[in-house]
């Protein structure tokens, strides 16, 4: 059974760099995409971005000059990070497993979330 | 405002069948995904590629596409069908992802 297990600083000051870490338990870590997905209190699911096993990176292009996403292969973890931050970055953080495939991509496991709040 | 348009809210009797509409671009080249997300938790996968469901998903779920528009159906609905519904498909570059800003489905 695949597992996603997330945790982090929960909060943080404006300005400051959101810093989240997912581990993996069970299955391939080499074969599938790791994403990051949040999503503001009361408001829609937004896709942050996402990483292969090689270090390779897609982001989201409104978020893309402050994201960094990162890959432990040892670990079996991906990590987040989310510089300058401000309270519109207040939101409950999900990772996710990726499964590309030529037409079309689906997250079948998920992270328990954390919510980050960014105070003033 | 997302690149996938999702109607806000709807609403369908016990047993009865809801349609859940997904618009976009993208979507004449790529199929989505769709996830259920009940209060406090995290989203699932209930439906991916062409009509197709996760172990554990019901089989009144299921999905069908046409142009620019995919659609989940809720055949029987049930009252622990209610829920939000996001899609998710490419954008409109091809080359980043988004969501539709999400369904709600109350079961009356």
């Known amino acids: 059974q695949v597992q996603l297990q997330q945790w982090g600083a929960g909060l943080l000051k404006s300005s400051e760099t959101l810093s989240l870490t997912c581990a993996v338990y069970g299955g391939s870590f080499s074969d599938y995409y790791w994403s990051w997905i949040r999503q503001p209190p009361g408001k829609g699911l937004e896709w942050i971005g996402e990483i292969n096993h090689s270090g390779s990176t897609n982001y989201n292009p409104s978020l893309k000059s402050r994201v960094t996403i990162s890959v432990d292969t040892s670990k079996n973890q991906f990590s987040l990070k989310l510089s300058s931050v401000t309270a519109a970055d207040t939101a409950v953080y999900y990772c996710a497993r990726g499964v590309p495939t030529v037409t079309s991509m689906y997250l079948n496991y998920w992270g328990q979330g954390i919510l980050v709040t960014v105070s003033s | 405002s997302s690149e996938l348009t999702q109607d806000p809210a709807v609403s369908v009797a016990l047993g009865q069948t809801v349609r859940i509409t997904c618009q976009g671009d993208?979507?004449?080249?790529?199929?989505p995904s769709w996830y259920q997300q009940r209060p406090g938790q995290a989203p699932v996968l209930v439906l991916y590629?062409?009509?197709k469901r996760p172990s554990g998903i019901p089989d009144r779920f299921s999905g069908s596409s046409s142009g620019s528009t995919a659609s989940l159906t809720i055949t029987g609905a049930q009252a622990e069908d209610e829920a939000d519904y996001y899609c998710?498909?490419?954008?409109?570059?091809?080359?980043?992802?988004?969501f539709g800003a999400g369904t709600q489905v109350t079961v009356l």
């Open positions: 590629g062409r009509n």
């Open positions: 998710n498909s490419r954008d409109n570059s091809g080359n980043h992802y988004v």
């Open positions: 993208s979507l004449r080249s790529y199929y």
